[in-house]
């Protein structure tokens, strides 16, 4: 899907219209795509609430076809300056958010498997590219 989202200036999230739960925003966000959705997020919650408060707003909450024609309107209106700077907020968020779960993960394990400190190991990680 991400190889999709990267060609994409404006996607659906599908699973959202119905309470079957949302498919991933990250894979479209990652890639700068400014993403629509329908109400029932499920597991994505954070996440949607996340990028839907960027500046501007990454993902959008629609409950109708009329409503999803308008929000991609409104994008495609203003393409260059709307969509790049959705995109860019996209990227951010994203980073920031996988950054959390990262550190939330490294927390947790981090005791039991005797692990370094994160920034350690980041740090320990950027020299050995070099």
Not at 62 to 68: L, P, Q, R, V, Y
Request: hydrophobic share 45%; with cysteine.
């Amino acid at each position: 899907m991400e190889a999709l989202y990267t060609i994409a200036r404006v996607a659906f999230v599908g699973g959202s219209l119905i309470p079957l739960g949302c498919h991933n925003l990250f894979e479209g966000a990652r890639v700068g795509c400014v993403l629509l959705h329908g109400p029932h997020v499920g597991a994505m919650g954070q996440a949607a609430a996340v990028l839907a408060a960027t500046h501007p707003p990454v993902a959008t909450t629609i409950h109708s076809a009329e409503e999803m024609s308008a929000v991609v309107g409104k994008c495609l209106a203003n393409a260059e300056t709307d969509l790049g700077a959705r995109s860019s907020a996209a990227k951010d968020a994203v980073a920031k958010l996988e950054t959390g779960v990262l550190r939330r993960v490294w927390a947790r394990l981090g005791g039991p498997l005797a692990l370094p400190s994160l920034s350690t190991a980041l740090e320990d990680g950027r020299r050995a590219e070099t």
